[in-house]
């Protein structure tokens, strides 16, 4: 079992920065690969990055890439989001979540475990 807390959400202008992190129970966080995933009202859940279990590879949905890092820190349980030249349509609820395999990262239904997701709000 996995319990996962995300953290660090928040009102931020567009053009700004939040990071966000995402601590995990247990002591198997190693053995996970680690997603964030995004809600916004009135839409799906979408992929927005996945690490494997080293943090030596990572996936970025294109609307993201090059503005947001994931990385992780296997010592302390955690995996982060960097979230920088934020813009309006980034504005959702955000989710972490655990994995057993890294193929199809982003897909939700690999997915074992869910946060209970951080409010990110971007105002233009």
């Known amino acids: 079992q996995v319990q996962l807390v995300e953290s660090g959400g928040g009102l931020v202008q567009a053009g700004g920065f939040l990071r966000l992190s995402c601590a995990a129970s247990?002591?198997?966080?190693?053995?996970?690969?680690m997603g964030w995933f995004r809600q916004a009202p009135g839409k799906e859940r979408e992929f927005v990055a996945g690490?494997?279990?080293?943090?030596?590879?990572?996936l970025y949905a294109d609307s993201v890439k090059g503005r947001f890092t994931i990385s992780r820190d296997n010592a302390k349980n955690t995996v982060y989001m960097q979230m920088n030249s934020l813009k309006s349509e980034d504005t959702a609820v955000y989710y972490c979540?655990?994995?057993?395999?890294?193929?199809?990262?982003?897909?939700?239904?690999?997915?074992?475990?869910w946060g209970q997701g951080t409010q990110v709000t971007v105002s233009s």
């Open positions: 979540a655990a994995a057993a395999t890294y193929s199809s990262v982003s897909i939700p239904t690999v997915y074992d475990y």
């Open positions: 247990g002591r198997t966080f190693s053995s996970y690969a």
């Open positions: 690490i494997n279990r080293s943090g030596g590879g990572t």
